[in-house]
C-alpha cells in the first residue's frame, strides 16, 4: 500500500478546516431539504495520510501515525454523501482507492483516473445539479488547478469549494524580475491565475536610472500580492468567497484555504457565511 505523506501542522488544519465545513453542509442539507449530496475529490491522494512521530514506548508501527485523508472523511460523514467521485492520476493511489471502494461497497463511489481540470469539468457538466447539491475539494500537489476549471465549478450555482491555493507555488513560478520568469512559467501563472494580469504588479525598478537600456520590472514583496489577486479573481465567477485562511499560521504561508460558494441564492450565501465565521473563529 503507497502511503500518502504531506506537509506539517498546516495538514491537520487544511483537514479541520474541510471537515467542519463538510460537517455543517451535510447537516444543513440533508433532511427537510431532500438535497441529494456530492462530494468531488480532484486530489484524491491514497485516502489517508500517515504521520512520522516519536514514540519512545514503541506504541506505533515503525513510528507512524495513520489518520483519515480527505477521502475517509467523506466517507464517514453523518449524514451521508449520496454519491462521490474521486480524482487521481497516480496508478499506485488509484490502487488504494479501489481497495477502499471495494471496502464500501453499499457506497455510490465513481473513481477517475487522470487529470483533475478535466475530470471535475466533466464531472460538474454531467451531473444533473436540480435535487443535487455538491462539496468540492481542491488540494492540488501543485499549480495544477486551471482558473478554467474553477469557472466551471461556479457555473453549476450548486457546489461550494474548499480550496488550498499554492501559494508559495505561485511565488516560486513569479520570479522578483519578470525578465527572469521563463515562458512555461508564465503559462503555468496564467492558466492558474484566470489571466495576464498578474504581469502588471510589475512596476520599474527604483533603481532603474534614466541611462539604463532597459527598464526592470519588478514586482511588489509580500504574500499578500498574489492572494490578493487570487481573492478578486475567485469573486468575479463566484457568488461569495471567503477571507483566506493562511497556512502555517506561523510563520510564512505556505497556502491560502478559500471557501467559495457557487450558488447564488441570498440563503445559501447566508447559512455559509455562518458556518465559516464559525469554523475560522474556533479553528
Same mark, same amino acid.
Given at each position: ?118 475530470? %471535475? ?10 435535487? $443535487?447539491? @455538491?462539496?468540492? #475539494?481542491?488540494?492540488? !500537489? ?94 468575479? %465567477? ?10 502555517? $499560521?506561523? @510563520?510564512?504561508? #505556505?497556502?491560502?484555504? !478559500? ?25
Amino acid at each position: 500500500m503507497v502511503e500518502h505523506r504531506y506537509g506539517g501542522d498546516w495538514t491537520e488544519i487544511k483537514i479541520t478546516l474541510l471537515k467542519s465545513y463538510m460537517t455543517a453542509y451535510t447537516r444543513a442539507l440533508s433532511g427537510k431539504n431532500h438535497f441529494d449530496l456530492v462530494y468531488i475529490d480532484a486530489f484524491a491522494g491514497t485516502g489517508e495520510r500517515v504521520a512520522s512521530v516519536e514514540d519512545p514506548m514503541n506504541l506505533t508501527q515503525n513510528g507512524k501515525i495513520k489518520y483519515d485523508g480527505s477521502v475517509k472523511v467523506a466517507l464517514n460523514m453523518i449524514p451521508q454523501f449520496q454519491e462521490l467521485y474521486f480524482i487521481e492520476k497516480d496508478q499506485a493511489k488509484i490502487e488504494n482507492l479501489q481497495k477502499i471502494k471495494q471496502e464500501n461497497q453499499n457506497r455510490n463511489i465513481t473513481i477517475l483516473k487522470g487529470d483533475a481540470n478535466y475530470h %471535475v469539468k466533466k464531472t460538474c457538466q454531467n451531473i444533473k445539479w436540480n435535487r $443535487k447539491r @455538491g462539496l468540492l #475539494f481542491l488540494d492540488p !500537489y501543485g499549480m495544477e488547478v486551471e482558473f478554467e476549471t474553477l469557472k466551471a465549478i461556479a457555473a453549476t450555482k450548486r457546489i461550494d469549494v474548499c480550496y488550498l491555493f499554492p501559494l508559495a507555488g505561485v511565488f516560486r513560478q513569479a520570479a522578483g524580475k519578470i525578465s527572469n520568469i521563463e515562458p512555461y512559467k508564465e503559462g503555468v501563472l496564467t492558466k492558474v491565475l484566470g489571466t495576464n494580469d498578474w504581469k502588471n504588479l510589475y512596476k520599474p525598478s527604483r533603481q532603474t536610472s534614466l541611462f539604463d537600456s532597459e527598464i526592470s520590472l519588478e514586482r511588489e514583496r509580500g504574500a499578500d500580492v498574489f492572494d490578493n489577486m487570487i481573492y478578486s479573481r475567485l469573486n468575479e %465567477v463566484f457568488s461569495y468567497v471567503s477571507s483566506p485562511v493562511k497556512l502555517p $499560521k506561523k @510563520g510564512v504561508p #505556505f497556502f491560502s484555504f !478559500y471557501y467559495a460558494i457557487s450558488n447564488p441564492s441570498p440563503a445559501a450565501i447566508a447559512l455559509a457565511k455562518r458556518i465559516i465565521t464559525h469554523i475560522v473563529k474556533n479553528c
